[in-house]
């Protein structure tokens, strides 16, 4: 079940991953196929176990295939070095997760500014583009105020601002929504839309939020390792306490 097109930013093919639990061995992806276009926004559904997460680590790099693929933007990712790897990640990938994991200890530009010191950027010009990534989520009168002045919603906001600092190709969303109450989960949706729409960034959520699914341009469900099924906007409805394909 694949979508391919010139436009094919993520392919996923034939990606097995197999874990060993004591003397069981168990098969969170069971061989996937999927493709992703530039600019898309897509969500990745299923229940626990479903394989969900794994697959989410692998278009993410952060977790290699027992078999199969993985290409971003027509990179073998298994071609590259460990070093070759966290460099790519740093550059074309960015992050946002459920538990904000921000450092309680910085203040919310520090936060945003560290992966660009890391990655050897010098301080002033970090700084500076953590500014402009504050400013682009709204944030720009909270820059020095530390985590634990923020609501959860405005932790989460310096979560992204951080994932798109270095402005990425791709946002890896994963649950982003998850600890937030149903209005400024709303906002975040609306916050990761706008920047796939005027930023042309892609967008991969794993989520069970149906505000998320319902913006999405695609969904995809997994079970039991497997892409049951797939939709494009214009082929699912979504109603309350349940969404299904046409």
Known sequence: MTTSSDKTIIKVQGVKRAFRIGKEKLQALAGVDL????????????????????????????????????????????????????????????????????????TAMKNVALPLLLGGMNRHDAHAAAREALERVELGHRMEHWPGELSGGQQQRVAIARAIVAKPSILLADEPTANLDKKTG??????????????????????????????SDRVVWLADGRIEKMANKDEFKINVGHIGAH
């Open 186 to 215: 709303k906002q975040i949706i609306e916050l990761l839309r706008k920047m796939c729409d005027e930023d042309g960034v892609t967008v991969v959520t794993a989520t069970h939020d149906f505000e998320m699914l319902a913006i």
């Open 35 to 106: 493709t992703i276009d530039q600019s898309q926004y897509v969500s990745i559904m299923g229940p626990s176990g479903s394989g969900k997460s794994t697959l989410f680590n692998m278009i993410g790099a952060l977790d290699t295939p027992s078999q199969g693929t993985v290409e971003i933007g027509g990179v073998n990712l298994a071609t590259l070095s460990p070093r070759q790897l966290a460099y790519f990640r740093g550059r074309h990938l960015g992050y946002i997760f459920q538990a904000y994991n921000l450092i309680p200890s910085l």
